[in-house]
Nanobody
Framework: QVQLGESGGGLVQAGGSLRLSCAAS????????MAWFRRAPGKEREFVAA????????FYADSVKGRFTISRDGAKNTVYLQMNSLTPEDTAVYYC????????????????????WGQGTQVTVSS
């Protein structure tokens, strides 16, 4: 069974850092375009960061650019989201998503582009 499992969420003070992990089972991350999305309380889920299948291209939402970094470790079949300089506005449930694609250098930023999702991990940033 193909699954994505997020971990690494928690409570952190403003200005702090967290690293989220997304472990894939039944599917190889290097065969997929990957992304992180988030849903803040009372809001719709929004795009955060995307990584091409090759791992060579990344794209970020303006709200996290310069603070967050998406990366992957093929040997561990895991995708990461390093989050620095966190603010209370980053409080949300963070979701990992995967999309099978033949394109090695394309990234995707819409929810509808992704067919596989994790269960989410809560990130809470206190002021």
């Amino acid at each position: 069974q193909v699954q994505l499992g997020e971990s690494g969420g928690g409570l952190v003070q403003a200005g702090g850092s967290l690293r989220l992990s997304c472990a894939a089972s039944g599917r190889t991350v290097s065969d997929n375009a990957m992304a992180w999305f988030r849903r803040a309380p009372g809001k719709e889920r929004e795009f955060v960061a995307a990584l091409s299948r090759s791992g060579g291209r990344a794209f970020y939402a303006d709200s996290v650019k310069g603070r967050f970094t998406i990366s992957r470790d093929g040997a561990k079949n895991t995708v990461y989201l390093q989050m620095n300089s966190l603010t209370p506005e980053d409080t949300a449930v963070y979701y990992c998503a995967a999309r099978s694609t033949f394109s090695s250098n394309s990234y995707f930023t819409n929810e509808s582009d992704y067919g596989l999702w994790g269960q989410g991990t809560q990130v809470t940033v206190s002021s």
